[in-house]
């Protein structure tokens, strides 16, 4: 029995130092009590054998995922379906958001060959849409906006039937960079508002909420063509009022795909959950996110930014199809 405890506070203790080196500026947090998931916010550990393989073509191929940085409950799930979002730029984020899992510290140089290694993962593994998002890089004088244009082009020489989704930073204060990914669109510019705007100071000190809104809208005014794709989380503190708020602002920017999920903490040092919405309360903002006039919507306890991404995708084409040509008649 001795021996068993002994190794439970090694475990503990290994996981509080992990924790430390991936996010030093919040050890000055006090721990908060993280509660025991709902039922239906629980997934089981992955063991397939396609998961496997993605992993290993993932570090093969010397590329990062959001999926294991931000610590994805889906990531079983998708992975056995060769589902994967990529995070380029590096592992290492020089923000320090409240809710995010991802490394906080200082950004290693571009990598070169970052965008070719990219593509050529994508072609083993025959994937009809991909998903690419990236840490901040405000280290950078164009917050990585060259990169990302860089990877859709190889992407699109190396993959040509690959619809491509991206899911950016915010770019803040680095002018010219939406118009610069933008010069290599993709056909889905997805950028997450996260959260209410009462909420960013404590949940996302970094960036601007209407800044945030603004990409969004300028993505609209440089391609009307691209689709375009935001989220937020529930489960931090806000009201049913500032969520319908939300989605107002996001269709008068003309977003036409939004994504709302459960918040879930990643470690005691990190924003607290203030609770776990139900099933039913997510099927309900469905509603009301349809009746504002959203092309697509995803609202469940699991939903993240590139859950099912793929299928959404033809979903959300199909979608304009029909308002197009009920607009025609």
Avoid at 40 to 54: G, H, Q
Avoid at 110 to 137: G, M, Q, W, Y
Avoid at 310 to 321: K, N
Wanted: aromatic share 6%; net charge positive.
């Amino acid at each position: 029995m001795k021996n068993c405890e002994t190794m439970s506070n090694t475990t503990l203790l290994e996981k509080q130092k992990q924790a430390a080196a991936r996010h030093p500026e919040k050890q000055k947090n006090p721990d908060r009590p993280m509660g025991r998931k709902p039922e239906w916010i629980r997934v089981k550990a992955p063991t397939s054998e396609e998961y496997f393989k993605t992993k290993k073509l993932m570090r093969d191929s010397n590329l990062h995922t959001v999926c294991e940085e931000a610590g994805c409950p889906n990531i079983g799930e998708c992975w056995s379906k060769k589902h994967a979002t990529v995070m380029i730029m590096g592992d290492t984020c020089t923000r320090a958001c409240t809710f995010c899992n991802v490394k906080t510290g200082v950004p290693g140089k571009l990598d070169p060959f970052e965008p070719f290694n990219l593509a050529n993962a994508a072609e083993k593994l025959a994937l009809e849409h991909i998903v690419i998002t990236s840490v901040d890089r405000d280290d950078l004088k164009d917050g990585g906006a060259n990169h990302f244009k860089e990877v859709i082009e190889a992407l699109r020489k190396r993959c040509p039937d690959t619809t491509i989704e991206i899911l950016t930073p915010d770019f803040l204060r680095k002018e010219g960079a939406v118009e610069k990914v933008m010069e290599s669109p993709p056909d889905v510019f997805n950028h997450n508002l996260e959260t209410v705007p009462r909420l960013y100071l404590p949940v996302r000190p970094g960036a601007r909420y209407f800044h945030s809104l603004r990409i969004l809208q300028r993505v609209k005014e440089v391609d009307p063509h691209v689709f375009t794709k935001s989220g937020i989380m529930v489960g931090l503190g806000e009201t049913r009022e500032e969520i319908m708020q939300v989605m107002d602002d996001m269709r008068s920017a003309d977003v036409d795909f939004i994504t709302i999920g459960q918040y879930l903490q990643p470690t005691p040092k990190h924003h607290p959950v203030d609770r776990f919405v139900t099933p039913d309360e997510f099927d309900q903002y469905a509603q009301i996110a349809r009746s504002k006039g959203f092309l697509m919507v995803s609202s469940s306890p699991l939903t993240r930014s590139s859950y099912h991404a793929g299928d959404d995708f033809r979903q959300l084409r199909q979608a304009r199809e029909k308002k197009l040509a009920k607009a025609s008649k």
